[in-house]
Nanobody, 115 residues
């Protein structure tokens, strides 16, 4: 059974925006107990943290996305969102949602930014 699903990826020109959504229908009330992170894996590279929203709503961002990306969550809907603005070609990657305390990964969604 799929527990975590990402959506919202696609193609965009540099300077544009995308909004990624993470939905956890198979997690139930435990969603509110876990930090939620967005991670990304560029072609041929490893997977790195992009942003984390903790269960107390504190936010953590990787240096390359500070000031451009915003993460937020809705525990009533079991969702987490990554708003990505002023996108750059180096943001191109597969983006994954991760429930840290529950150790659950989504399947990933492709983001492609062209110059």
């Amino acid at each position: 059974q799929v527990q975590l699903v990402e959506s919202g990826g696609g193609w965009v020109q540099a300077g544009g925006s995308l909004k990624l959504s993470c939905t956890a229908p198979g997690v139930g009330s435990e969603f509110a107990t876990t930090d939620v992170g967005w991670y990304r894996q560029p072609p041929g590279k490893g997977r790195d943290m992009v942003a984390i929203i903790q269960r107390d709503n504190n936010e953590i961002y990787a240096e390359p996305v500070k000031g451009r990306f915003t993460i937020f969550r809705d525990n009533d809907k079991n969702t987490a969102t990554l708003q990505m603005n002023r996108l750059k070609p180096e943001d191109t990657a597969v983006y994954y949602c991760y429930l840290l305390h529950l150790r659950v990964w989504g399947q990933g969604t492709q983001v492609t930014v062209s110059a």
